[in-house]
């Protein structure tokens, strides 16, 4: 496996943006060796939802709003920089990444 680089992918508004988020990885599949999608689910979410007022009691739990997804990366630099500038453009994504030499 390929991997010159990770990125990890912080997004705010996860229901909203997911949709535009996958569009933009799906363009750059070429490019992703592997992935990995993390949120914060059942009731550590809902106490932390119900304690800030986003939320009301749900018995059933509630998963976050926030997600992450971290990536193994392999392309030029361009590519790369293209991939980072595209998903930062969305409303509420934030990227960060490292090369690996």
Known sequence: ??????????????????????????????????????????MSASARLLRSGQAKQNTGGQCSDIGMVLLCLDGSPDELGALGKELSSIPGVKVNSMKLD
């Open 1 to 42: 496996m390929n991997c010159s680089a990770v990125m990890v992918v912080r997004i705010e508004k996860r229901a909203k943006e997911a949709v535009k988020v996958q569009e933009v990885l799906t363009k750059y599949g070429c490019n992703i060796s592997a992935r990995f999608g993390i949120h914060e689910t059942g």
